[in-house]
C-alpha cells in the first residue's frame, strides 16, 4: 500500500543514487563511458527506498539511519549485479564467449571490477552518508504523515 514514507523513500534513495553517480562520474578515467550509469542507478534507487526502505518498521532515527544504510547498501550491491550483467549481455551478443557457463562466470568477474571502481573515500562516503540522510528523511515522513 503506498504510504508517505515510501514516497519520500523512493524519491530520497533516487536522489541519493544520483549523488553517487555524480561523485563516481568525476572518479572514473575520461576515456570511460558513463552510458546507463545515472538512469538504472536512479530506479534501482527508487525502488530500494520504497522497498526496503519505505517498507520497514522503524521506531527511532538510529534505527532509520541504520536502515537507509542497510538501504544503500542493497541499493549499491543489486546495481553492481545490473551493471556486471549488461556488460556480459553486451560481450555475449558479440559473440566472445565460448559457452554459457563463460558467461555465468563473467559476470561474477565484472561484478568485482565494478565493485573495485567504487572502493574509494568519497564514494564510499557518498553511500553511506546518503543512505543515512535518506533513512531519517523517510522515518521524519513516516511520523509526520501517518
Do not use: H
Amino acid at each position: 500500500m503506498p504510504t508517505a514514507a515510501k514516497l519520500v523513500a523512493a524519491l530520497s534513495f533516487a536522489f541519493a543514487a544520483w549523488v553517487v553517480c555524480i561523485v563516481l562520474e568525476g572518479l572514473l578515467p575520461e576515456a570511460q563511458r558513463v552510458g546507463r550509469l545515472y538512469p538504472v542507478s536512479i530506479a534501482i534507487g527508487a525502488l530500494g527506498g520504497w522497498f526496503i526502505s519505505g517498507a520497514a518498521p522503524r521506531s527511532s532515527y538510529a534505527e532509520a539511519a541504520a536502515t537507509g544504510l542497510r538501504t544503500a547498501t542493497t541499493v549499491t550491491l543489486c546495481a553492481l549485479f545490473a551493471f556486471a550483467l549488461g556488460t556480459m549481455i553486451q560481450i555475449s551478443l558479440r559473440g566472445l564467449y565460448r559457452g554459457p557457463m563463460d558467461a555465468v562466470l563473467d559476470v561474477f568477474n565484472e561484478f568485482m571490477d565494478f565493485g573495485a571502481m567504487i572502493l574509494n573515500a568519497p564514494t564510499l562516503a557518498a553511500i553511506a552518508l546518503g543512505g543515512i540522510f535518506a533513512g531519517m528523511l523517510t522515518e521524519s515522513a513516516g511520523r509526520r504523515w501517518r
